[in-house]
């Protein structure tokens, strides 16, 4: 499963959270190949990834959550994540997801 934390119209660059975190087979296999192509609505294109760092998966759930707290609460049951909505819960959970950014 992939959650859309981010989307810039103008660079077309979206950011998604391997929502089953980094032993998720999606995850795994952009490791070892690159995505070959992106959906987002209509669009379709060949992307460039981005694997981002913790401190960005920090900040990117942090902003979402922020953004929408009654459907990440929600998702973080759905993914079976406990969370206490503390700053030390959001860096904990945030060690165990990893967000990607893809890029035309």
Known sequence: MLEVVRYDPLTRECIVIAGYGVK???Y???Q???AVEVQVGRQ???PRQRILSFEETLHLLDEYQQRHPR???GLMRVIGYTYDSTPEG???LSQCLQGVAFRP
């Open 90 to 92: 959001l860096r904990a």
């Open 28 to 30: 795994r296999n952009i």
């Open 71 to 73: 459907l990440f609460r």
């Open 32 to 34: 070892v190949q690159p």
């Open 44 to 46: 379709r294109y060949a």
């Open 24 to 26: 998720s087979d999606w």
